[in-house]
């Protein structure tokens, strides 16, 4: 069974930085599309950034400035670099990898925490 396992979460100060890993296992078709996610309690998941299996990448605008994603394919594993961080930036963060053929998985969700 595919599991995807985030990994570098945790508590930041503010202006702070800190990269976010996820590494996927068992997984046998190629991953088209890596993208990274946030929630926070009571609001939905929302897109953070992604990057396709070519390299390119989508940010969504209010983190443009302050992140960059990138991924390693031979490890099936996605990175998210995330910079001068802000008490805003705290929620759980998940990774959500798409394959060739349409299907997709979550990771189980990693807390980051920005605070003084």
């Known amino acids: 069974q595919v599991q995807l396992v985030e990994s570098g979460g945790g508590l930041v100060q503010p202006g702070g930085s800190l990269r976010l890993s996820c590494v996927a296992f068992?997984?046998?078709?190629?991953?088209?599309?890596m993208g990274w996610y946030r929630q926070v309690p009571g609001k939905q998941r929302d897109l953070v950034a992604a990057i396709t299996s070519c390299g390119m990448t989508i940010y969504t605008d209010s983190v443009k400035d302050r992140n960059t994603i990138s991924r390693d394919n031979a490890k099936n594993t996605a990175y998210l670099q995330r910079n001068s961080l802000r008490p805003e930036d705290t929620a759980v963060y998940y990774c959500k990898f798409y394959t060739i053929i349409a299907l997709y998985y979550w990771g189980q969700g990693t807390q980051v925490t920005v605070a003084s």
């Open positions: 068992r997984i046998i078709f190629s991953i088209r599309r």
